[in-house]
């Protein structure tokens, strides 16, 4: 991917501060198939529209990287799994309740993930760091032997839960953000838990959707086949309007036309069987996928703003303002090209004052506006996102 930097102006830079880095601040759904008797057809896909045109933005070429910014880019922010180191009886005990190691103290991040977020701030002036995440460095993420679906971190998870928080918090930042940092200090095992979850989940509906796709592809062989014999059947009828037939000859055209009349009768049948069973298994996916998209919003039925589209210099950063224009929280998934490729995901709270982004990787961040939380949510995609080619919008 290209590097591109948003062109809204950025908000002055305020005074120096100590930075923050405690707590006290603060599916895919799949298209039905065409029922129609003469050519079933099957589309099964994720959801993909756009959104109006809205203040211009100015993309231009990244600036070279300063020489103080490591050289990081998003798996090893994530980092390995590691043995956990030798730990006291009171962190064990910790972590088997599901909290943070240190008793509900927020984590301290990583130098280079300190370093990174550091050079954001300079470089987005009035942003603020409300808490570090940085989900890589967290000791219960280095344990040997994790649950399937969290070898890659449980950002999901973490944004779901944040989503959750924020609007359970009534769409208040500050109380958003307090009640995120007062569960990742405390139970961080619990998006551990639900991140393996929503990995069962989704491998049980991409199986549950390839053998739908199987049934649709059998249905289309059983239309071909029905329409190879209805023209057999039309060839009899053309013969039968020959005079000079014997009736030796009319007889066996008959009895050809009456047997392929037999065939085409019962597989019109089967058919209409068929299309039913399929019709009614398409709508329990969906209702599994609304079922799934709703937990990936902390419970919380969302609306699809965006789906799927390129992540390219001069439309991107129009296209993430436009769709996170209404007040609310949003889940801006990433998604490297390949169909089972990895992906990433982002929050993003937008309200008419302050705007909350949430990188599992980085921190929860806090901005003066919208125009200043999309210019901050473009610096990560730009210096640490730079292999991931689409992304999607939804909102909760």
């Keep these: 991917m290209k590097s591109f930097k948003a062109g809204f102006p950025k908000t002055p830079k305020a005074p120096p501060a100590p930075p923050k880095t405690t707590n006290t601040v603060a599916q895919p759904t799949f298209s039905k198939p065409d029922t129609t008797a003469a050519k079933p ?24 990287a300063s020489s103080s910014r490591p050289n990081i880019d998003a798996n090893s922010l994530q980092g390995p799994q590691l043995p956990s180191p030798n730990r006291s009886e009171s962190d064990i005990a910790d972590m088997a309740l599901g909290r943070t190691p240190g008793k509900g103290k927020a984590m301290t991040p990583r130098p280079e993930i300190q370093k990174v977020v550091e050079q954001m701030k300079l470089e987005n002036p009035g942003a603020e760091v409300l808490r570090y995440t940085d989900q890589g460095g967290h000791p219960m993420l280095k344990q040997p032997n ?72 059998k249905l289309e062989g059983s239309v071909k086949q029905l329409q190879g014999k209805s023209a057999q059947r039309k060839e009899l009828n053309e013969l039968l309007t020959n005079p000079d037939l014997t ?68 439309t991107f950063v129009q296209k993430l303002y436009d769709g996170t224009k209404e007040n609310g929280h949003y889940r801006i998934g990433l998604r490297k090209s390949g169909e089972a490729a990895e992906g990433h995901v982002l929050g993003l709270h937008k309200t008419d004052g302050p705007n909350r982004l949430l990188d599992a990787n980085t921190a929860e961040w806090k901005t003066n506006n919208h125009k200043d939380a999309i210019n901050l949510t473009a610096d990560h995609i730009d210096q640490l996102y730079k ?5 999607d919008i939804t909102r909760y």
């Design 41 to 64: 057809t099957a589309s099964p896909n994720v959801s993909r529209p756009t959104t109006p045109q809205g203040d211009a933005f100015k993309p231009s070429g990244s600036p070279q």
């Design 387 to 391: 292999n991931y080619s689409t992304f």
């Design 247 to 314: 009736l030796e000859q009319r007889q066996g055209l008959q009895a050809q036309r009456s047997q392929l009349t037999q065939e085409l009768k019962a597989g019109m049948a089967q058919l209409t069987q068929d299309k039913d069973a399929i019709a009614q298994k398409q709508q329990s996916i969906s209702h599994l996928v609304d079922d799934f998209r709703t937990g990936r919003g902390g419970g919380h039925p969302g609306v699809k703003v965006q789906d799927f589209e390129p992540i390219t210099p001069d």
């Design 146 to 217: 994790m649950p399937a679906g969290t070898d890659a971190g449980v950002c999901s998870a973490m944004t779901s839960e944040w989503i959750r928080t924020g609007k359970e918090a009534g769409g208040d930042p500050l109380k958003g953000s307090q009640a995120f940092g007062k569960l990742t200090d405390n139970h961080f095992g619990k998006l551990i838990d639900k991140q393996h979850a929503e990995h069962l989940q989704s491998d049980a509906l991409t199986k549950l959707n390839g053998a739908h796709l199987d049934d649709i592809s």
